[in-house]
């Protein structure tokens, strides 16, 4: 036992070494009847990891899901978030359809945390962040700055690991709600190659996809295993006409587009991604590796409609002594020698007003958008996300058994954002109706050292000692965008807009480049105290170069109760470094203020005067404490079930505020400082550490394998259940947006899945249910009391045509399932016919057929 103890705890950390990695993997207590079983063992846990084998792995101390790149490609999602959520059972993620940077980069949620408390791996090496900050994150992961796992294409992983448990004692930043590791193929020969193409019920989001991996050698002593994807997926629309676009069309304006605003979602072009792994052995006991990627995808999705009455900024006026409504007119001639009406009355039709047709759109000295929009206008905004990372390193032992790891890591991601369809109101008739309205770049390059030494201590199994260190270096830049999108034009002193309209660009006296780097320390200890009794401790120790330092542990424990029963728990405390990106972003959006009134809202530093006259101080971390334990059960017969109950509490949470209206003062400050376009601004929001929670759940996995009909089947059952409270907030925090951050994600999450198999055919079928939850709709104090409760079917038949062809058809959400129509304010205020948070999603049922072809 020993013996094969001590192979399966070399190969787990040369396969998946990270500084954690190592020492929880290393707890893997594989039990061997022979030694020529162990090789089988530690092919099936390090390699494989199907569900053939326990889906949470059974001998490590805290809860582990182990998904192989089958359960990947056995279903309907595409995307790498979707494909998540579909087997994680406490990951969440919506469509996100008018979310502003949320639309190109998707948060995700691990047991009800924000999208970036879950750490992000990919060969047990930290993955970089995403450019995109979640400006609008449906409250709960609002500010959130997390990993892109989108970049990332099925095919090229060979398996998943997600550790739910807190780690940032062994891993550091971040990982508060746990870890996702993303091991990649190592094969040196073979691969596949697979095309899809997918539509939903209704008729579009069509989806083409084609993918592929190949496995090559390098040299008689290496590998090459490449993987690339290419996708594009047309947009979605699940829309009602809006009232107000309604009563234009009544009052005779048939320029009106039907309908006005769009939500489903954006449509994906060009989405590129491609992957390496590398490895070569240069002696018996080293070998070096590399893996990296690149990834770009173009974005674009709808936006707010632009009424071209009331608009303002562009088409608002103001109102006379009698309430009536007036248009906003500019005058070209440069001296105000236009003598341009002030006071045309609007009235149902503005373009039907015989002084609007005679006095502005037949006078070349005056100017209305209505000239050039007359329906009004939906800006389209998108963007491209363009990301690159490269790590390398060599890996071995040295003398007495001493394991070393070494690695270099570099990684960026950059958005480019782009909003089409729109004007510079202030340029008049000359604006553009396209823009580049800046960029943003997240780089990170990592150093990490690490070594690994068994010391038999006279018991039955040595005691595991981990150590290592951790250089990391990042930087944010933002970089100004089109001179048009910021410009200061000719009618910014008569009221009209300054910058593109929905998304003002980034001047360049805003464009910054951030940086900040960080040391840290850690020492991880494991050891079998009986043939029953594992502990296991950790301890980091961090020091950042902007606010300081912190040390963070961790000890947890499994208990092998009888022969079928184990128990296990864990202790640790985290915390949450604020990103460069919160502490430094400048960022105009539009958005719903209270009451449904459309505004631009200026995101600031928070050090920013001010960030600071409204209450902003500089960012300090988050820090956590997790408790979790567990029982594991594994029968005679094949029955493997796992719970595990989890509390999180986390303190100095950072996020955004919410809109705060800005004064007249305000604003001729922010002029002051230089901020150009300051007087469009109806509110601002900064980051803030705003505040504290308490996460609470449970975790349910079961799987069993039975023989039936001739064939084999194979059942697996994942359930969450998850509760978050907040215990206290600012005044910066509305009520509804704490109704957000406690009931928007659905209390109770499980899915139940059968995969028959029999011969030449393959049947699966998935039954999902999603639990009711609060929606402030489009954050705008606009509550929606009970989304759901929702229950969703997939289904999915394979034939193996021969040896090397697999046909598939299958459906998501087979039964054409909706939420609950938005009765209260679906054509009332911006024209969503469902919730748009909802858990099961917006679009409904859709179909596929994929072609997979392996050699």
Same mark, same amino acid.
């Given at each position: ?8 705890? /070399? ?42 084998? #326990? ?204 309908? @006005? ?28 590796? @590399? ?88 800006? /389209? ?54 823009? /580049? ?309 659905? #209390? ?65 959400? @087979? ?41």
């Amino acid at each position: 036992m020993k013996t094969s103890m001590s192979l399966v705890t /070399k190969h787990v950390r040369t396969a998946l070494t990270a500084s954690a990695a190592v020492s929880m993997l290393a707890s893997l207590n594989v039990q061997a009847q022979q030694s020529e079983e162990a090789a089988e063992d530690i092919e099936q846990i390090a390699i494989v990891g199907t569900r053939g084998a #326990p889906r949470s792995v059974g001998d490590s101390p805290v809860p582990v899901d182990i998904i192989s790149s089958e359960e990947f490609q056995n279903q309907g999602a595409t995307d790498m978030v979707s494909m998540m959520q579909t087997v994680v059972p406490s990951f969440n993620v919506n469509d996100q359809p008018i979310n502003d940077a949320s639309t190109l980069v998707r948060p995700a949620n691990l047991r009800g945390m924000a999208s970036d408390h879950t750490l992000v791996l990919v060969n047990g090496k930290r993955r970089h962040r995403s450019a995109v900050i979640t400006f609008l994150g449906g409250g709960l992961s609002d500010g959130a700055q997390g990993p892109d796992i989108s970049v990332i294409p099925s095919s090229a992983l060979k398996q998943v690991e997600v550790l739910r448990d807190g780690a940032a004692a062994q891993y550091g930043s971040d990982a508060i709600a746990g870890v996702v590791n993303f091991v990649l193929k190592d094969n040196d020969e073979g691969g596949m190659f697979e095309a899809r193409y997918g539509s939903y019920y209704e008729g579009d989001g069509d989806l083409m996809q084609v993918s592929g991996n190949i496995g090559l050698p390098l040299s008689d002593n290496g590998f090459i295993n490449l993987s690339a994807e290419y996708r594009t997926s047309d947009p979605t629309s699940r829309s009602v006409q809006r009232d107000d676009a309604a009563a234009l069309i009544a009052g005779g304006n048939t320029f009106v587009e039907e309908p @006005a605003q769009i939500w489903g979602s954006p449509e994906i072009k060009d989405d590129i991604k491609i992957f390496a792994n590398l490895g070569l052995e240069l002696s018996d006991n080293a070998e070096a590796y @590399a893996f990296g990627n690149y990834a770009t995808r173009e974005v674009e999705g709808g936006f707010y409609y632009r009424h071209p009455h009331t608009r303002s900024g562009v088409y608002d006026g103001g109102t006379n002594e009698d309430g009536e409504q007036l248009l906003l007119v500019g005058d070209l001639t440069g001296d105000m020698s236009g003598n341009c009406p002030t006071d045309i009355v609007v009235g149902d039709n503005v373009l039907d007003n015989p002084r609007y047709v005679s006095e502005v759109a037949n006078n070349p000295d005056c100017f209305s958008f209505n000239e050039m929009f007359p329906g009004g206008f939906t800006p /389209k905004f998108g963007g491209t996300v363009t990301d690159m990372s490269l790590v390398f390193g060599t890996r071995g032992e040295l003398a007495n058994e001493i394991g070393y790891d070494i690695s270099l890591n570099l990684g960026q991601n950059e958005i480019e954002f782009a909003i089409s369809n729109t004007i510079n109101p202030s340029l008049g008739p000359d604006t553009p109706t396209s823009f /580049k309205p800046g960029t943003y770049t997240q780089s990170e390059q990592t150093l990490d050292i690490d070594l690994t030494k068994p010391i038999d201590i006279g018991l039955n199994d040595p005691l595991y000692l981990a150590g290592g260190f951790q250089y990391r270096h990042e930087s944010y830049e933002s970089i100004a965008g089109d001179i048009a999108s910021y410009e200061i034009g000719p009618l910014a002193s008569q009221g009209f807009g300054i910058g593109s309209n929905g998304f003002p660009g980034l001047s360049n006296k805003s464009q910054n480049d951030a940086s900040r780097h960080n040391i840290a320390f850690y020492l991880d200890a494991e050891m079998y105290l009986t043939d029953d009794f594992l502990i296991a401790g950790a301890v980091r120790y961090e020091d950042y170069s902007d606010f300081g330092t912190t040390t963070k542990g961790k000890v947890s424990a499994r208990y092998q109760l009888t022969e079928s029963i184990a128990l296990r728990g864990a202790y640790s405390t985290g915390f949450k470094a604020p990103t460069i990106g919160q502490s430094n972003v400048r960022n105009v959006t539009t958005a719903f203020g209270a009451g449904g009134k459309l505004e631009d809202q200026a995101t600031l530093p928070p050090t920013d005067p001010i960030s600071v006259q409204k209450g902003g101080t500089e960012l300090t971390p988050e820090e956590s404490e997790s408790i979790s334990f567990g029982v594991v059960a594994e029968f005679e017969n094949g029955l493997f079930v796992t719970a595990d109950y989890y509390h999180i509490e986390v303190t100095d949470r950072i996020s955004t505020t919410s809109a705060i209206a800005l004064t007249e003062d305000d604003i001729a400050a922010l002029l002051a400082q230089g901020v150009s376009d300051a007087s469009s601004f109806s509110a601002v929001k900064y980051f803030t550490n705003d505040f504290d929670t308490t996460t609470e759940g449970v975790d349910i996995v079961a799987n069993y394998s039975q023989e039936m009909f001739g064939g084999d089947t194979k059942y697996s059952l994942a359930y969450n259940w998850t509760s978050t409270t907040v215990d206290d907030a600012s005044d910066n925090i509305t009520p509804d947006r704490i109704r957000m951050l406690e009931d928007n994600l659905p #209390p109770v999450r499980w899915s139940f899945t059968a995969n028959h198999t029999n011969g030449d055919w393959r049947l699966l079928g998935r039954v999902n249910y999603y639990g009711s939850i609060f929606e402030d709709h489009l954050d705008s104090s606009l509550p929606i009391d009970k989304v759901g409760s929702e229950l969703s079917v997939d289904v999915e038949v394979g034939y193996h045509v021969n040896d090397n062809l697999q046909l598939v058809v299958g459906a998501k959400n @087979a039964l054409d399932e909706y939420p609950d129509r938005n009765v209260a304010y679906d054509s009332e205020v911006a024209g969503a016919k469902y919730p748009v948070t909802s858990p099961l999603g917006i679009n409904g049922g859709f179909y596929y057929v994929r072609g997979i072809y392996t050699f």
